[in-house]
């Protein structure tokens, strides 16, 4: 008969230290998940209460406003949505059923300063094509003090990135502000100073941000929200209060 011999093997009881690394790398990659989509939670669930109102593409041939002092800038497309195959640093890409137009001015660059957000002195190129090396005055739009609708075009980001003098980054925290806030425009030697008066929320296809209204001298800013996203536009919507 085989004589055999058991042997009690006790089991290896891991050491704490493994644990706690392991719970540690668990908490950093939760932390970091967090940290990167918590904006975009917080915009999306609180933008109602944020912003006036969230509008949809218009209807083709739709007038906007009322009266005569209001004029369509173009043809709104039934698509919705950003396509992330598309160049956003490019602002020709922004609105590609109405390109901006190419015009010639004396002065073809001028400076946004939003004291809010500490932009200051940021350059504003007229007709321009890359936002990330200026703010882009949309081409058509109205200039600085006209009667009509200046409308400015800037990149975001998340806003753990922000950094407003890179202009990758300058139109972050836009979301901040409310009515009544204010920035300023300096062109030709003239500062026009802006108290913003909306906020609105609109599908990337929609035009409404190129409106034009004549009755005064108005300004939007634009950029993509949700931050980091290219799902919608936040339009910040201005008037001019004081010129000086």
């Given at each position: ?14 050491s704490p230290i493994y644990r706690i690394v392991s ?175 909306d906020m609105v929320v609109v599908d990337p296809t ?39």
């Amino acid at each position: 008969m085989a004589l055999y011999r058991y042997v009690k093997q006790t089991p290896k009881i891991k050491s704490p230290i493994y644990r706690i690394v392991s719970v540690l790398f668990m908490g950093v990659g939760l932390y970091i998940l967090l940290w990167t989509i918590w904006p975009i939670i917080s915009f999306s669930t609180l933008s109602d209460r944020l912003f006036a109102k969230t509008v949809s593409p218009l209807s083709e041939g739709k007038p906007i406003g009322q009266g005569n002092t209001t004029q369509y800038v173009g043809d709104t497309v039934p698509q919705q949505g950003a396509d992330d195959s598309i160049d956003y640093s490019n602002a020709n890409t922004w609105f590609p059923t109405k390109p901006q137009k190419k015009i010639t001015v004396p002065i073809n660059v001028y400076h946004l300063s939003i004291p809010k957000v500490k932009v200051e002195n940021a350059a504003v190129t007229i007709g321009g094509d890359d936002l990330n090396t200026s703010l882009i005055h949309y081409g058509g739009t109205a200039l600085p003090g006209q009667y009509g609708n200046t409308v400015v075009f800037g990149h975001s980001t998340l806003p753990q990135f922000y950094n407003p003098k890179s202009y990758k980054t300058i139109f972050s925290l836009l979301p901040t502000l409310v009515k009544g806030d204010q920035f300023v425009l300096e062109y030709d030697g003239i500062t026009y100073q802006y108290e913003v008066y909306d906020m609105v929320v609109v599908d990337p296809t929609d035009l409404s941000p190129l409106e034009q209204k004549f009755d005064d001298s108005y300004a939007t800013l634009v950029t993509c929200v949700p931050p980091g996203t290219y799902w919608k536009r936040l339009n910040v919507k201005a008037k001019l209060i004081r010129s000086s």
